[in-house]
Nanobody
């Protein structure tokens, strides 16, 4: 049984930093696509950043230069370092994983495994 558990969310002021963690257990496939989505009230879930077993990394434009995705395969943990946070980054953040490398277009519907989410709140 695959399980994902996020942690590290919280409340910070604009310009601050947070580091999210996603502990993955039970995922035994050698190829994967994993990353982070976020969702604000009244908005659709949006892709934030992804990496896969081929080492490719992608970020949505709004977080480029501020967020860094960092998989630690030895610890089965995926990290998201978020710097220079802005109020518009406020959302529930979810990690997700699927078998096989990331497709050209990443969509939440492709991912069968999800964490419970961790809230990030950025005040101005």
């Amino acid at each position: 049984q695959v399980q994902l558990a996020e942690s590290g969310g919280g409340s910070v002021q604009a310009g601050g930093s947070l580091r999210l963690s996603c502990k993955v257990s039970g995922f035994t496939y050698s190829t994967y696509c994993m990353g982070w989505f976020r969702q604000s009230p009244g908005k659709e879930r949006e892709e934030v950043t992804f990496t896969d077993s081929d080492g490719r990394v992608r970020y949505t434009d709004s977080v480029k230069g501020r967020f860094t995705i960092d998989p630690d395969n030895a610890k089965n943990t995926l990290y998201l370092q978020m710097n220079n946070l802005k109020p518009e980054d406020t959302a529930m953040y979810y990690c997700a994983v699927k078998r096989f490398i990331c497709p050209t277009e990443v969509h939440s519907g492709y991912f069968p495994y999800w964490g419970q989410g961790t809230q990030v709140t950025v005040s101005s």
